[in-house]
């Protein structure tokens, strides 16, 4: 029996929280609309010193705008990366909050905006930190590594904080050199780890509530359906639909093997705002969304963030022309927090880890299976 086995601490995700995301996705602008939109967005980034960072799961729009506007569309490791290299006066985080935290963690001179402070994650959700700091209390001794989809106060009390980009080499290091792990809030992560190295790790229960829907049994059926499709999937997804993967890894990974797999279909399991960017970049190439639903049940996000839906362009130049949802912190929670995250980074520099994914990326098969360099 694993560590993880034997210890649960389960979170009950209220649909409810999911409904009020959803109600809160603004209203989708029409074509002309959509125009103004941006070119409002675009001269206040400009008047402002601002530069916008959009993450892969949110809208399109936003996604192209930051593109356009010398911004950075990128998973959460890039994202922090990114805005920690800029030297705008404000940073425009289109994603969810822990996003725009960790923005203001790493710079805290810095005005960081968000267009709904309510967006948030199911996995931060999961992991109340009061709840946290008291499990890590009863287990003294144990190397706290934590997700970067927590609050500012789970990440104060961690000693590494990880993006799925590299998790798994981070705690393969922490492996190596003997440490025993607390590892949360993402379960599915954590075990997928815990396999791929061996570590004795102590596994929070928290899910995220978009890749633990997807089903492996329907996975099949439409792998059977499609047999010459590769199936990409995200190790935040039960250990099920991972078995099914041809690539497994984070969020760029998964972008940069879509780019170099032979393969004209791909199944997705993850979220579908990805899929944008891949087509953009492997245009010649379909791409199918794993399910989410059957055998009697529904899907509650259906392979959509309902909380990276709450970014919209109506909320974003609302957010620039009036200076609200501004993220603030703790002073003294964001210091501590910075530390595991600082090492993340000064890891990830060591590595060699890719930046953003350009228009004709290169695939490295050191992570074309597995999470990889970073």
Known sequence: MTASERISVDFCRHDSTVAHAWARVPVEPSKAERAELKERIRRLLRAQDATLLAHYYVHPDLQDLAEETGGCVADSLEMARFGHEQSSRTLVICGVRFMGETAKILNPEKRVLMPDLEATCSLDLACPAQEFVSFCDAHPGRTVVVYANTSVEVKA????????????????????????????????????????????????????????????????????????????????????????????????????ASQALAAEELIVASDGGIIHKRRKLSPHKRFIEAPTAGNGATCKSCAHCPWMAMNGLQNLAETLESGANEIHIDAAAGEKALRGIQRMLDFASTRGAPRPVPAAAAFNQAYAHGMGPA
């Open 157 to 256: 009390c961690a000693d590494w904080v990880v993006t799925s980009a590299i998790g798994l080499d981070i705690v393969r290091e922490l492996h190596r050199r003997g440490e025993k792990l607390i590892w949360a809030p993402d379960r599915h992560l954590g075990r997928y780890i815990e396999r791929e190295t061996g570590a004795d790790m102590l596994i929070w229960q928290g899910a995220c509530v978009v890749h633990d829907e997807f089903k492996a049994v329907e996975l099949e059926t439409l792998v059977q359906s499609h047999p010459r499709a590769k199936v990409l999937v995200h190790p935040e997804s039960p250990e099920s639909v991972i078995e099914l993967a041809d690539v497994d890894g984070s969020t760029g990974q998964l972008i940069r």
